[in-house]
Nanobody
Framework: QVQLVESGGGLVQAGGSLKLSCAAS????????MGWFHQTREKEREFVAG????????YYGETVKGRATISRENDKNTVYLQMNSLQLEDTAVYYC??????????????????WGQGTQVTVSS
């Protein structure tokens, strides 16, 4: 069982940067593939970034590619999402999620079994 808590959201001007954190409780965090998703009222939950359990590979959604970096610190049980050059369209609730241990990373929300409560990111003009 893994509990996830996101932090770092807030209000930022377009063109600015933000770093989200997701702290995990429970054992064996280093075995969990992790992902970040975002969701607005108008859209379904959408893949933003993913990182393999062994930290060997990262994946990005098309809308953030080149502007986002996902990373993890297993000794701190934390995964991060650094977002740069923020755009109005990045406004959403951001969720971190974990798959079951040692699975591949996925872009599909239904493949993730543990979710945080979300943190709001609002980009203003």
């Amino acid at each position: 069982q893994v509990q996830l808590v996101e932090s770092g959201g807030g209000l930022v001007q377009a063109g600015g940067s933000l770093k989200l954190s997701c702290a995990a409780s429970g054992r064996s965090f280093s075995s969990y593939p992790m992902g970040w998703f975002h969701q607005t009222r108008e859209k379904e939950r959408e893949f933003v970034a993913g990182i393999t359990w062994d930290d060997s590979t990262t994946y990005y959604g098309e809308t953030v590619k080149g502007r986002a970096t996902i990373s993890r610190e297993n000794d701190k049980n934390t995964v991060y999402l650094q977002m740069n050059s923020l755009q109005l369209e990045d406004t959403a609730v951001y969720y971190c999620a974990a798959r079951r241990p040692y699975r591949t990373t996925s872009r599909l929300p239904n493949d993730y079994v543990y979710w945080g409560q979300g943190t709001q990111v609002t980009v203003s003009s």
